[in-house]
């Protein structure tokens, strides 16, 4: 089979060919970080000194110090981690429970109505922008407000109102993802189709009903590809710029997200933008990812293996 040839086929390259390319890449990837590190490190007049060097003589730490106090860093954070943990976790539930009825509930037109869900994946998100803010809108969710407040001279109940101005003001922004995501059960059910049928059916002759298969069986087996959808699910939406701008803007309570304080940070458009000041706040923006990424770096080597997709 030539599908086995490709597979199971093993090219000799000598050892310091695969450590030059795997050294190259490495250069293109951390290249850019380290420029923008070393930016996020100068003064004025060191960006504009020419020829332009990664890093200065003199490393200027107080631009972190300025953003953090002057562009709600801390408040820009925890907008955006309320509207990625709300977001991520509706996603895996509804994503998880409409992909094991895809694979183990036999229903009418099961495969029918997959087929045509995949379709969905070719529409692009643009078209549908102008239909969910009407959606929104016709519901009263956009700057939606709590329609309870507690009385901020009680102490520590400010905070609490600042809490519910968060999650009712971002409700069009994480609510989405509790319609779930037909890549993400797409994913998971061709997982879940890798999970051997004699443990299911031994299950089955056991007497466990779905739920107890579901919890007890399909979700400790799935936990790598549980994790690489919340992360690649907090990715997006951590860096989404267009919902934010279309939910949150002119929004009185001055709520932004992190990627919508980066983009304000350029001023207006005939102004130089303070390119020291955006670097700080790029690399205080994704300092949190990297964090994620080294925690759960295991599971997502696992989650993906080539043989996992090779049963039809």
Not at 118 to 133: D, Q
Not at 160 to 181: A, D
Request: glycine share 4%.
């Amino acid at each position: 089979m030539w599908k086995d040839q490709i597979f199971n086929s093993r090219i000799n390259i000598p050892l310091y060919i695969k450590f030059l390319v795997i050294f190259a890449f490495c250069v293109i990837l951390i290249l850019p970080l380290l420029y923008l590190f070393g930016t996020s490190l100068k003064t004025n007049e060191d960006l504009l000194s020419i020829p332009p060097t990664i890093f200065s003589r003199s490393l200027y730490f107080r631009n972190y110090a300025d953003v953090i106090s002057k562009w709600d860093y801390v408040y820009s954070l925890f907008v955006t981690l309320l509207i990625s943990i709300l977001n991520s976790c509706g996603n895996l539930i509804v994503s998880l429970m409409a992909a094991f009825a895809f694979t183990y509930i036999k229903w009418p037109w099961r495969e029918k109505i997959f087929n045509f869900s995949l379709i969905t994946i070719m529409v692009p998100s643009v078209l549908t922008m102008v239909p969910l803010l009407i959606l929104w809108n016709r519901f009263d969710l956009i700057h939606a407000e709590p329609s309870i407040i507690i009385p901020e001279t009680i102490y520590g109940f400010k905070y609490m109102n600042l809490l519910l101005n968060m999650f009712y003001s971002t409700i069009p922004l994480w609510l989405i993802g509790w319609g779930g995501c037909i890549y993400d059960i797409f994913l998971l059910r061709q997982f879940f189709r890798t999970i051997p049928k004699e443990i299911i059916d031994a299950a089955e002759i056991d007497g466990a009903n779905p739920l107890q298969i579901f919890s007890q069986i399909i979700l400790p087996l799935s936990r790598p590809i549980l994790i690489i959808i919340i992360l690649f699910r907090v990715v997006f939406v951590w860096h989404d710029l267009l919902g934010p701008l279309l939910y949150l803007t002119g929004d009185s309570r001055k709520i932004f997200t992190l990627s919508q304080t980066l983009s304000r940070m350029q001023g207006p458009l005939l102004n130089v933008p303070p390119w020291q000041y955006i670097s700080a706040y790029s690399i205080l923006m994704i300092i949190p990812l990297i964090i994620i990424f080294v925690l759960f770096q295991q599971y997502l080597f696992k989650g993906f293996r080539l043989k996992d997709f090779q049963r039809e």
